[in-house]
């Protein structure tokens, strides 16, 4: 059993750095942290899995409600996106800037918010975030298009 745990966080460590990156920012410390209790969670509940849902979905939903539960209990700052960008990709080009005003913006939305997009954007379908969060696939359409439509507010006039 261990060993095939062990195999599921190689394989998808990627998604729990995404998780981690989104609710600690640039704070290295705050991240790792906060990937080694989603790990320590996800192998509490791993003898629960079954397989009725990709591991994916599984691990997504547990990840995120250990971040948004800390989140919450801890009320964490949130680091600016933009220190993020700044050290993870070069700065001349257009492109970048455009990618650091996103995460600045990300930044600025609620832990719902923050989950949702982030699920979006790593092209998940509104399936699979349904599974994760629990809420109906309208809902979550409901919900995407008006964090879409905040994040352009954010990003054109720098306000909600």
Not at 72 to 78: G, L, Q, V
């Amino acid at each position: 059993m261990e060993e095939a745990f062990l195999r599921q966080i190689e394989q998808h460590k990627a998604l729990i750095f995404k998780v981690c990156h989104t609710f600690r920012g640039a704070d290295a410390e705050a991240q790792r942290d906060l990937f080694q209790d989603i790990v320590a969670e996800l192998w509490r509940a791993f003898p629960r899995f079954n397989g009725a849902v990709k591991w994916t979905t599984w691990a997504y939903r547990i990840a995120l409600n250990v971040a948004i539960t800390q989140q919450r209990r801890k009320k964490i700052a949130t680091v600016e996106w933009s220190d993020v960008a700044a050290s993870a990709m070069p700065h001349p080009a257009e492109t970048d800037e455009q990618l650091a005003a996103l995460y600045q913006a990300i930044a600025r939305l609620n832990e719902a918010e923050k989950a949702l997009i982030l699920l979006y954007l790593d092209d998940l379908s509104y399936a699979d975030i349904a599974d994760i969060t629990g809420l109906t696939e309208n809902h979550i359409g409901v919900k995407i298009n008006r964090i879409k439509n905040k994040l352009k507010s954010l990003l054109l006039h720098g306000k909600q």
